[in-house]
């Protein structure tokens, strides 16, 4: 088994942290865009009390 | 730590990685000598050291941040360790891949159930069984003590893998680094070596460093929906 093999092991290896690193960056998208809405959701709901009072 | 200053650390180690990545491709491929009786297969050896060594630092990162957390009850050194068991299980993961595929071409075996080899398959067990733990957990709030615990109990894998290759004498090799006469690398297979180790360090302190963030997210969400059920309730 020579170089061919040892390309495959390599690219097996990069393939493994490539679906990690998606996988943060995925997770990292939809936790951002979570938080933003909150603050929104917060920020109006801030507004619509004083509006109340 | 300021959100700016959060994300010019990531951008700087990203740029770390991106330069050391390439290097220690050319140092494992090109720059290191080939092994005489292995040939081309040997040159797994650099990402498979590598990867173990970065899982053993993770572990003991788990370790360090639980003790943190059961002493100081810091929200930030339990995410620590949180990310420490994420990105430690994924290099775990690429010792036990990359060990098969240099054991088949080697040994003729893909698997043999050694000393080394069932302890690191242990150490994979316990990063499984810790992050089982802080997801089934999750929902009780008591995930942060139990993970704690598996961590700091389950670091005594850590020294068991590291001298399994000296206390038995199985299939797997004798210790090159550090294992006495007889033993040593060639200086440019050591010098491809340490290259490969610093680019995986960046590696993981990338990684480790976008889990870290994500977890403070995390709790940011939950903070915020705390208040908003308290807000709701009034």
Redesign the interface.
């Known amino acids: ?3 061919n ?2 390309v495959a ?2 690219m ?2 990069w393939a ?2 490539c679906v ?2 998606v996988q ?2 995925r ?2 998208g939809k ?2 865009g ?2 933003k809405r ?2 929104d ?2 920020k109006r ?1 801030g507004s619509e ?1 004083s509006t109340d009072s | 730590m300021s959100g700016e200053s959060r994300s010019l650390s990531s951008k700087l180690l990203l740029l770390l990685v991106m330069g050391s990545m390439p290097v220690a ?1 050319y140092m494992a491929f090109i720059y290191a000598p080939e092994e005489a009786s292995m ?3 040997q ?2 050896f650099y ?1 498979h050291v590598s990867s173990a060594w970065i899982a053993f630092l993770a572990y003991f990162v788990i370790f360090v941040g639980s003790l943190g957390y059961l002493i100081k009850r810091s929200p930030k050194m339990d995410s620590l360790a949180h990310g420490a068991g994420e990105v430690g299980f ?1 290099f775990c ?2 010792v036990l ?2 060990g098969p ?2 054991a088949k ?1 080697v040994w003729g075996l893909w698997w043999p159930w050694d000393a080394r080899i069932t302890s690191t398959f242990a150490l994979w067990l316990l990063y499984a069984s810790y992050l089982s733990v802080r997801h089934f957990f999750e929902e009780s709030g008591r995930s942060a003590t139990l993970g704690a615990v598996v961590g700091i109990i389950g670091f005594i894998d850590v020294p068991i893998v590291y001298f399994s290759i000296r206390w038995w004498r199985t299939h797997h090799p004798a210790p090159v680094i550090l294992g006495g006469e007889g033993s040593g690398l060639d200086p440019q297979m050591y010098t491809a070596l340490w290259v490969t180790l610093g680019a995986f360090l960046a ?1 993981f302190s990338f ?1 480790l460093w ?2 870290f ?2 977890r403070s ?2 709790r ?2 939950f903070s ?2 705390r ?2 059920v308290i ?1 709701a309730s009034k």
Do not use: H, K
């Open positions: 088994m020579g170089m093999y040892l092991a390599y097996l290896i493994v942290l990690f690193l943060i960056f997770r990292q936790l951002l979570e938080l909150l603050r959701e917060m709901a009390s | 491709l040939g081309p297969v040159r797994i990402f994924m993961s690429l891949i990359t595929l240099w071409p590696l990684l976008q889990v963030t994500l997210v995390e940011e969400i915020i929906r208040r908003m807000l």
